[in-house]
């Protein structure tokens, strides 16, 4: 199979879709690996890292689409490369589309087949593929949280871990996954005192048995989740549910009600985020103020660590992508039905419910589209 990486081009996306390690795995496999032209250069691979694990270097994004009958990116591709997508192409990389319309449109209408790594599972019920990028922005919410609640950026000008005679910053994480885990992990490392709200009791005792006196568990009801985030100096939005659009669960109307000042991280905003009022931002321009609160809704927060990133992601991506191309894409689907749950699209139909719960649109089911 000829595979192609493009180079990203998402505002201020420093990720590479595939690693030389990954190339190198293909050329191993018995296929041809496509490279834009300093495609990895953000995460710190040259072309000529590249061209010694046996890739090809290509000139432009148009060469790499018209050449490759697999694309693997990192992030959803943007309009301009969704014009360049054709007919029985395979696309393997985030999309996103429960939030995202326009791309859902675009991507029924070019009648590629894609998968997405945000919905493939494995046996245990997790995501794989989201995994990686979830324990990287999980780590990072704490950080930018920080960063964002110093007075010069609009913020509070709380100290995360305080300091003698003077308290820590109140952290609430909504959401006990693998983001929040993490995102709770390190803002307690940083001193602050830190509350974490999920509805899962099961994942409230394996919280607090394995971080008990880290940080706290509560059960995210409404009333409690009201209750924290008045008094949060930052809020962390990391609830997940796959495929779908993420709920809102603090609106607009208790913003009024929140500390001046506070900050609010939302992880969630690829999916559309958790909060009433958030709306993508950039790594140029991250924050936003709404009735006093400070806003943090970059919608690639990895991306700022790209390396760490690309590696990550490129370990998790690499078997998935491998068996993409030495079986084509209905073999590895039927061999592997976690696999299978991350198609989203098939020549012109869209074939993941909850984004067509999500957008009102039919949904052809994948065992159908295996057949078709």
């Not at 293909?26 to 710190?44: C, R, S």
């Not at 999309?95 to 945000?118: M, N």
Request: hydrophobic share 45%.
């Amino acid at each position: 199979m000829i595979i192609g990486c493009p180079k990203e081009i998402k505002p201020q996306e420093f990720r590479v879709g595939l690693t030389p390690n990954a190339a190198h795995e293909a050329v191993v496999h018995g296929h041809t690996v496509l490279i834009e032209a300093e495609a990895g250069n953000g995460a710190g691979f040259e072309d000529a890292d590249y061209i010694a694990a046996g890739a090809e270097i290509t000139g432009t994004a148009a060469d790499v689409f018209a050449k490759a009958e697999m694309i693997v990116k990192v992030k959803e591709p943007q309009a301009v490369e969704r014009k360049m997508l054709r007919e029985g192409q395979l696309l393997f990389t985030y999309l996103h589309l429960a939030p995202d319309p326009e791309q859902t449109r675009d991507l029924i209408a070019s009648g590629c087949t894609a998968i997405a790594y945000e919905t493939v599972t494995d046996a245990s019920g997790g995501l794989p593929l989201l995994a990686p990028m979830s324990e990287v922005a999980g780590k990072l919410a704490p950080q930018v949280g920080a960063w964002t609640l110093q007075k010069a950026n609009g913020g509070r000008g709380v100290l995360m871990g305080g300091v003698p005679g003077v308290g820590p910053a109140q952290v609430v994480v909504i959401g006990g996954g693998v983001v929040g885990t993490h995102a709770a992990r390190v803002a307690a490392g940083m001193g602050a005192d830190v509350t974490v709200l999920d509805r899962s009791l099961a994942r409230m005792r394996y919280l607090d048995d394995v971080f008990g006196g880290v940080f706290k568990t509560r059960y995210a009801s409404a009333g409690n989740t009201a209750e924290l985030v008045e008094t949060a100096d930052m809020v962390v939005g990391a609830v997940l549910i796959p495929g779908a659009a993420a709920p809102k669960l603090v609106t607009r109307a208790q913003l009024p009600g929140m500390k001046a000042g506070a900050a609010i991280v939302d992880v969630a905003i690829d999916q559309g985020g958790v909060f009433e009022t958030s709306r993508p931002t950039t790594h140029e321009d991250p924050i936003y103020e709404v009735d006093g609160i400070m806003h943090y809704c970059v919608a690639n927060m990895p991306g700022a660590v790209a390396r760490t990133s690309t590696i990550a992601l490129g370990n998790a991506t690499m078997p998935f992508m491998l068996a993409l191309a030495d079986k084509g894409w209905r073999q590895a689907c039927e061999d592997d039905p976690h696999l299978l749950n991350g198609l989203n699209v098939h020549a012109g139909h869209l074939t993941y419910y909850a984004v067509g719960k999500a957008l009102g649109i039919d949904v052809m089911s994948p065992s159908l589209a295996l057949r078709s």
